[in-house]
């Protein structure tokens, strides 16, 4: 039997046997459900047991030909490549707009329908979700379930929009028109170039007046005299994140479906996958889709950015005040630290560089309206030797900046060992002093390693934040904000759980489409969203409660079948997963796992 659907689990186990019991870097399981193995066979034999560490690649021989131990598949699959695939025969835009095609007889698409409904890929059984969802089909013939709800006569089926993939309850959209004008120059962007010419002349001047023995307040009227007429940072609108239920931005699962359901699943603030300015200047479109929000999120949304220049943090500043217009703030990062973004003077490298950063906060200040600006950074770029306090007390020198995320690693130490709390605390109890003292109002969020609500509520009782950044957490536990809200473990069955992504999947489909490439985008991410929330152990089957993120389980027989198949690490049974919602994933269809251990 699965255990009852959101069963409270006891947490009462004495502290003093939490931490001297436990050992580091390993989840222990309960006796009832650890598997024992002999030295001579270390591999589970029973396919139904979970191991929770790396795929076993094969048996080692040793000289003699003798069976050893298991070598184990390590590192990433760095060269992955999962975009989908188009269909063979591709059916034309203009086709499916019922609108006259421009390119005639030269367009590269098909413009015979019944030619591309000859050639198309058979109906998933059921019901369209999209079409449940809104009251028509913008994929039109192109839809996998189309023989639900069209007859081959009726092709756009009450659609306002015939063909169109736009769903109306998503914001933040730009129109090809404005695309365009991006990538020609043709749009104005006087005002930007004006902000930047005079941040320059005003640096000279400062520099020559020699200002650094200015008191706060006085920086503070020194900084006002910037833009004569636009908001100060300080009159911007108003953030409301004490005690927030914060999603942290999450590059390729933190997409607009996974945010639409942690909004169900109680997240208060979420925000976009990071976004590059210098795309965003250009008018990528693939980089505009990422500030892109579900109406569900409004009045808690948050655009992150990407910038090495400050003209182009404060150009792209511009556009997103523009045509993002529904975004709660934009958020500067300083904290990636992957080695693309770094070696490009972004990200985690701008800590080097905190003359740069006020430039770029500044800057995006002078152009953003009333959307506030705010900033995510690490304790510093090396290990051992934070900077994030001294880069700090210029942002509240400056009264640059909102809210403040700090997440307690270096960037040399990635997402290794654990987040340094300690360092987090003394730089809240900084700005929290400094606020008192000068009136300041940036809120202080901690990040790393929350994994559990008595994660969230020991650094904010402890360590003094205003509220905490949840990541990975939500990526292996998406309810974990009701786990927040309940102050108690939630074991849910497996039925749960899989009803999660069943409703990941339709979120996706209204938002990618239900056309082929729709739904196969759909079963891409999926898989990308199971490779996380594999990890997850139940909490009845632990010994030690809270769980560690970096813990690894030991061997553990799950529950019933289904636990078993949503904690596999073989990306083979995550695609499985997809096919109970998304029918038979077909041969054209890709994906590699980011870790070989997966594979």
């Not at 989908?84 to 025969?89: A, L, P």
């Not at 934070?386 to 960037?411: C, F, K």
């Not at 905490?468 to 759980?497: H, N």
Request: net charge neutral; aromatic share 8%.
């Amino acid at each position: 039997m699965e255990t009852p659907v959101e069963t409270p689990v006891e947490t009462s186990v004495p502290d003093a046997k939490r931490k001297t019991s436990r050992v580091k870097g390993v989840a222990s399981i309960k006796p009832e459900f650890r598997v024992f193995t002999s030295s001579e066979d270390s591999g589970p034999a029973d396919p139904s047991i979970v191991d929770s560490g790396f795929e076993e690649e094969g048996r080692a021989e040793d000289s003699n030909g003798k069976k050893g131990g298991f070598k184990k598949k390590k590192g990433q699959n760095k060269n992955r490549d999962n975009s989908q695939k188009h269909e063979t025969v591709r059916l034309c835009p203009n086709v499916i707009n019922e609108v006259e095609c421009s390119h005639g007889d030269g367009c590269k698409y098909e413009h015979d329908k019944e030619k591309y409904l000859a050639a198309k890929v058979a109906d998933i059984d059921g019901d369209c979700p999209v079409y449940k969802a809104i009251g028509y089909c913008p994929s039109g013939i192109r839809c996998r379930w189309l023989g639900s709800h069209a007859a081959l006569s009726k092709q756009n089926i009450e659609a306002p929009t015939a063909g169109s993939i736009e769903d109306p309850e998503e914001l933040n959209r730009i129109t090809h028109e404005d695309a365009t004008s991006m990538s020609k120059r043709t749009i104005d962007m006087s005002e930007p170039e004006k902000a930047i010419k005079i941040m320059e002349e005003l640096d000279k001047k400062r520099a020559a007046e020699s200002k650094s023995d200015l008191s706060i307040e006085e920086r503070l009227e020194y900084n006002a005299t910037y833009f004569e007429g636009r908001l100060k940072p300080s009159e911007k609108k108003r953030l409301h994140l004490a005690g927030a239920k914060i999603l942290s931005p999450l590059t390729t699962v933190g997409n607009l479906p996974y945010r639409r359901l942690m909004k169900q699943l109680g997240a208060d603030v979420t925000y976009s996958e990071m976004a590059l300015s210098m795309p965003l200047v250009q008018g990528a479109r693939s980089e505009w889709a990422l500030p892109r929000m579900h109406v569900s999120e409004k009045g808690g949304f948050g655009v992150q950015l990407a910038a090495n220049k400050p003209w182009q943090a404060t150009k792209a500043a511009m556009l997103l005040a523009k045509f993002a217009p529904d975004s709660s703030e934009f958020n500067l990062n300083c904290g990636c630290p992957i080695d693309l973004i770094f070696r490009q003077g972004a990200g985690s490298a701008l800590m080097e560089s905190p003359g740069k950063i006020m430039k770029i906060i500044k800057g995006m200040n002078a152009m953003s309206n009333d959307i506030p600006i705010t900033i995510k950074m690490r304790t510093g770029v090396k290990d051992g030797k934070p900077t994030a306090l001294q880069l700090i007390n210029r942002l509240m020198e400056e009264d640059q900046v909102a809210a403040i995320t700090l997440h307690g690693r270096s960037r040399a130490q990635r997402y290794s060992r654990e987040a340094d709390w300690d360092y987090i605390r003394d730089v809240a109890d900084h700005i929290k002093a400094k606020r008192e003292e000068h009136d300041l109002k940036p809120w202080i969020i901690g990040n790393g390693d929350v994994y559990s609500w008595e994660d969230w509520y020991t650094h904010l009782d402890e360590h003094h934040v205003d509220s905490c950044m949840v990541a990975r957490g939500a990526l292996v536990k998406p309810w974990i904000f009701e786990e927040i809200d309940a102050k108690q473990y939630l074991d849910k069955s497996a039925t749960e759980r899989l009803e999660y992504y069943k409703q990941y999947t339709k979120f996706g489909l209204e938002h990618w489409g239900s056309d082929d490439f729709g739904v196969q985008q759909t079963r891409r991410f999926l898989c990308e969203f199971l490779s996380f929330t594999r990890r997850y152990i139940p909490p009845a089957v632990l010994e030690y409660l809270p769980p560690k993120l970096n813990d690894r389980a030991e061997l553990w027989k799950p529950r019933n079948e289904l636990e078993g198949l949503l904690a596999s690490d073989n990306y083979k049974d995550w695609i499985k997963i997809t096919e109970m919602f998304l029918g038979p994933a077909p041969d054209s269809f890709q994906f590699e796992p980011k870790h070989k251990s997966n594979s």
